[in-house]
């Protein structure tokens, strides 16, 4: 894939997270693009990412939603004020509140898939749901309640 | 503090937790104990556990709620059924759902102090409430749906 993802339009002092900063060099670095109205972002975990032996760990599955989900809702408020995402100023989101339901152990030997929906767009809001795929299983599901920044985080 | 954590009576198979196992090299090896009724796990975030610089990221704060509320599902088991922690055979639990509102940024540069309650336990199923502290600000709450293992994950 040629394209950039979401994260990779992200300011420098926004692209350092441990989930999908592309200059954090100890994190996951996630990536995340528009497939027609879904967000999409493939993820492998790595061996040590184990919950009991043979299955990923709840809290990198959390982990990756939420990440997937804050990109997920700045890309649909670039399209929804109908800007060029890294269009200055940036739009950035931080997570207000994340929900995962856990409905199978999520096999360690294979990719995820998350596929993300904007559930709700309102004003500062956006609510994105998202499907953790693995071996063609829907393993858990996730909501995730976006604010966006308006000033400085912790300002 | 000379007495045991919770995740060190774990057995064998099920102490490779990234979050909590004493086995995973690469994990975040969290410890839970507890204060009377309430559980309390203390935790230094590594400075690359960053969100936006400076403060904690969602996920690792998902991450140690996750691990923290199963550990304290299984020590209220245990207590509940008037048997000693490590007492064979296991007494496990796994995450239904996790759920974390995000309060105020956490700061990255002192320990985080997560306190557990057990609001309800009714046969298979603990149900944990967790408040997150940094610098004397709660920062984030969480609640754990926490189901035991009645056969080994994934079978």
């Given at each position: 894939?040629?394209?950039?993802?979401?994260?990779?339009?992200?300011?420098?002092?926004?692209?350092?997270?441990?989930?999908?900063?592309?200059?954090?060099?100890?994190?996951?670095?996630?990536?995340?693009?528009?497939?027609?109205?879904?967000?999409?972002?493939r993820?492998?975990?790595?061996?040590?990412?184990t919950?009991?032996?043979?299955?990923?760990?709840?809290?990198?599955?959390?982990?990756?939603?939420?990440?997937?989900?804050?990109?997920?809702?700045?890309?649909?408020?670039?399209?929804?004020?109908?800007?060029?995402?890294?269009?200055?100023?940036?739009?950035?989101?931080?997570?207000?509140?994340?929900?995962?339901?856990?409905?199978?152990?999520?096999?360690?030997?294979?990719?995820?898939?998350?596929?993300?929906?904007?559930?709700?767009?309102?004003?500062?809001?956006?609510?994105?749901?998202?499907?953790?795929?693995?071996?063609?299983?829907?393993?858990?599901?996730?909501?995730?309640?976006?604010?966006?920044?308006?000033?400085?985080?912790?300002?």
């Amino acid at each position: 894939m040629n394209e950039k993802a979401f994260q990779d339009y992200y300011n420098e002092e926004h692209a350092a997270c441990y989930g999908c900063g592309r200059l954090n060099t100890h994190g996951l670095k996630i990536k995340s693009y528009w497939e027609g109205e879904e967000s999409v972002c493939r993820f492998t975990p790595a061996p040590y990412h184990t919950a009991i032996p043979g299955f990923v760990y709840g809290g990198l599955i959390a982990s990756v939603i939420d990440c997937h989900s804050t990109g997920t809702a700045a890309a649909a408020a670039y399209r929804a004020a109908e800007r060029p995402m890294g269009s200055q100023p940036e739009i950035r989101f931080v997570t207000a509140s994340l929900h995962v339901d856990y409905l199978r152990p999520t096999p360690i030997d294979a990719p995820l898939e998350l596929r993300g929906k904007v559930k709700e767009i309102k004003g500062r809001k956006v609510v994105v749901t998202t499907t953790v795929t693995s071996k063609g299983e829907v393993c858990a599901r996730g909501e995730v309640v976006a604010i966006q920044l308006t000033k400085p985080f912790g300002a």
